[in-house]
C-alpha cells in the first residue's frame, strides 16, 4: 500500500529537497550497561518512531524486522509476508528517566489493538501487532498492561495485540530510517492516507 502512494504523489512531491538528520535528538545510537531494550510491532515502523522519539529518556528508535525466520531479510521479502516477520521498531531507552510501564502506554495509544490482519491501510502478517519482550519483568508488565486496556472498555472488539518472546531484530534499510524527519511531507500524506491519525483521535482525543 505504500508504494500505491508513492506512485499517486510522486508528481505533487517532486522537486521537494528531503534531508538527512543522523541520530535522534542529538544522542547517539549506541546503548551501554545504563541502557534498555524495548521492541513493539505497531504496523508501519514510519509511524512509530515518532512518539518514541518525542520521549524524554529515549536514546534511539530503530525500524527493522522481527519475529520471521528468514536471516537478514529485505524490505521486499518481508513485504511479500511470506517470511513471518513484522515491521517493527526497537527502542533504546534510559529506565531512570522513562519506564518500560510509559513505553507500553505510548505503544497502545498509537495502535489499533483490535485489527488483527495488520494496521490501517497496511494489510497483511507483515503490519501485525505485537510486544516482543527482553525479560520477564517486560512480560509481566506486557501482561498486565494489556489485561488492564481490556478491562478498560475502551475497545468493543477483542484486543489481538500478540506478546511474544524477542528475538533476532534485522535493522531495516537506511531510507526507513527516522523516515518522518527525512521525508516530511511524504510522511504526513502517507500517515492522514492511512487512517490511524484519525482512529487515535477519535479513540483517544485529539493530542495538544
Known sequence: MKRLIFIATGLIL???????????SGESKGTDKDHSKATFAGGCFWCMEPPYDKLDGVISTISGYTGGKEKNPT???????RTGHVEAIQVTYDPSRVTYEQLLDVFWKN??????NGQFVDIGPQYRTAIFYHN???RKQALASRAKL???G????AIVTEILPAGEFYEAEEYHQDYYLKNPLRYKFYRHGSGRDQFLEKTWGKKE
Open 75 to 81: 524490505y521486499e521479502q518481508v513485504s511479500s509476508g
Open 111 to 116: 495502535i489499533d489493538p483490535t485489527q488483527g
Open 150 to 152: 481490556m478491562a478498560s
Open 14 to 24: 517532486m522537486g521537494v529537497l528531503t534531508f538527512n538528520i543522523e541520530g535522534v
Open 136 to 138: 520477564e519483568e517486560q
Open 154 to 157: 475502551k475497545f468493543q472488539k
